[in-house]
């Protein structure tokens, strides 16, 4: 096998790290602000800030953990060794976090902020090195297209399980005492991360003669460096920043809507089913849809989606409220767009390193790919600040029948908003991102549109 191959051993187990590893997160970018607010009783303002300030946190730290991964040398090379360290150290964190409401008062309040921001920091460890090995297990572009199938569909059957069946197991386990059922998932899903952080880093190895040319270290200076020297990777932050806030908003203001806006929460779970059933398909029809169609078009397709999706939650609104089979269309259309940016996104960082390399001389996959965690992070925390705030502007309570403009206000938020994101995406793409097919050291044409010469 060529060192350009990757094997399907090496394929399914990346892909059962990401269903671990997804399963770590998907519990706290979909139910940890209802679990603060409604179970711990915080308020959805307070919330929505330390949120947003844990981000500014990770600002600093997320690219010099890609530093420190780029440093590293041992016999298990530089990103096994901090995908298991880090997952066992999150899953503890993970546990602690869902037991918040076993506080009161001023300890609620601390324990809460202090549990958060070490999720955050303890998250970057595993999930930096986890997709930074991508460009390290083949220098094949087709290669990587195929592998990053593997942990999206996985990642996102994480999300489909949670999403449908999440509230359910905290009431099965939990019973009348909703908090004691989180902190038992959060257990559950503790097992499984470690477990499969072990089996990612047993079977996931870096080609040597892939990594072969990554000897060099990084300083603080070089990463501030390897950021700003590359106009590619600022275009992708922007577009995927505005796609993912867009994306957080959704999920955020969810359970908030069916349950108060709707008035009927078990439409939720609908909702959810049907949405990663589709981020599913998304992920799983990225490869095909990237040979049919020109790969320019497909972020653009994924946020056109996911405009239709508030189009059509808005109609079910005027037309005919609850509708199951809407909702469950609106989710679909929202969630393959999901799916497809999911996939695209990651090829998207393997071409940004190599044409990093090629701009500023310097390859670090840890740095550019730890964007990603940063992004992901503070798009769920930007979401869960506006949600936060929105809630409270609104005149949100918890556990009453809102009034007519708070029931307005959670709409708006939740279909106007992220609209508005999503175009806002697409003109980013448009403008300034332009390795829509890769790139190679010889390529030096460049699109009428854009910024600064590609070489």
């Known amino acids: 096998m060529s060192d350009s191959t990757i094997s399907f051993k090496t394929k399914l187990s990346y892909g059962i790290g990401a269903l671990g590893k997804d399963f770590g997160c998907a519990p706290i970018y979909l139910f940890l602000m209802f679990y603060f607010t409604d179970v711990a009783g915080i308020s959805a303002a307070f919330v929505g800030t330390i949120f947003l300030a844990a981000r500014v946190i990770d600002a600093i730290t997320d690219p010099m953990m890609g530093m ?102 905290v009431g099965v386990l939990g019973g009348e005492d909703q908090g004691q059922g989180f902190t038992y998932l959060a257990m559950g899903v503790a097992v499984f991360f470690v477990f499969s952080a072990i089996l990612t880093g047993i079977n996931v190895k870096e080609q040597a003669k892939v990594s072969a040319g990554v000897a060099e270290r990084f300083n603080v200076r070089d990463v501030i460096q390897i950021i700003d020297g590359n106009d590619q990777l600022k275009a992708l932050i922007g577009t995927v920043l505005s796609f993912q806030v867009a994306n957080m908003l959704v999920s955020g203001f969810a359970i908030y809507y069916f349950a108060y806006a709707l008035g009927n929460e078990a439409l939720f779970p609908i909702y959810m089913m049907v949405a990663g059933a589709a981020e599913i398909a ?164 460049v699109s009428p549109n854009a910024a600064p010469e590609l070489a």
Request: aromatic share 12%.
């Open 68 to 169: 420190v991964v780029d440093n590293t040398r041992s016999r298990f090379g530089k990103f096994r060794p901090w995908i298991v360290i880090g997952t066992l150290i999150n899953s503890v964190v993970l546990i602690a976090l869902f037991s918040t409401h076993n506080f009161e008062g001023t300890a609620l309040l601390v324990y809460a902020t202090v549990a958060y921001i070490l999720w955050g920091l303890t998250y970057t460890i595993m999930d930096i090195p986890y997709w930074s090995m991508i460009p390290a297990l083949s220098n094949a572009r087709e290669e990587r297209e195929k592998l990053v199938v593997w942990p999206r569909l996985f990642a996102s059957l994480a999300w489909f399980l949670m999403g449908t069946y999440g509230l359910h197991v």
């Open 282 to 445: 998304g992920v799983f029809l990225f490869p095909r849809l990237a040979a049919w169609l020109p790969r320019k078009n497909l972020w653009i397709i994924a946020c056109g989606a996911a405009i239709a999706s508030s189009v059509i939650l808005l109609a079910m609104n005027l037309v005919m409220p609850g509708n199951a089979i809407l909702i469950g269309l609106a989710g679909a259309a929202i969630k393959f767009g999901v799916g497809i940016t999911n996939a695209l996104q990651t090829v998207m960082l393997a071409d940004v390193v190599d044409y990093g390399e090629h701009k500023t001389g310097r390859r670090s996959e840890s740095v550019i790919f730890s964007v990603q965690t940063m992004l992901v992070k503070f798009a769920g925390a930007l979401g869960g600040f506006i949600v936060g705030v929105g809630l409270t502007l609104v005149g949100y309570q918890p556990n009453v029948v809102q009034t007519d403009s708070t029931i307005f206000g959670i709409q708006f938020m939740m279909l106007g908003i992220p609209t508005v994101l999503m175009l806002l995406s697409v003109w980013i793409y448009k403008r300034f991102y332009r390795l829509h097919e890769g790139f190679t050291p010889e390529q030096q044409e």
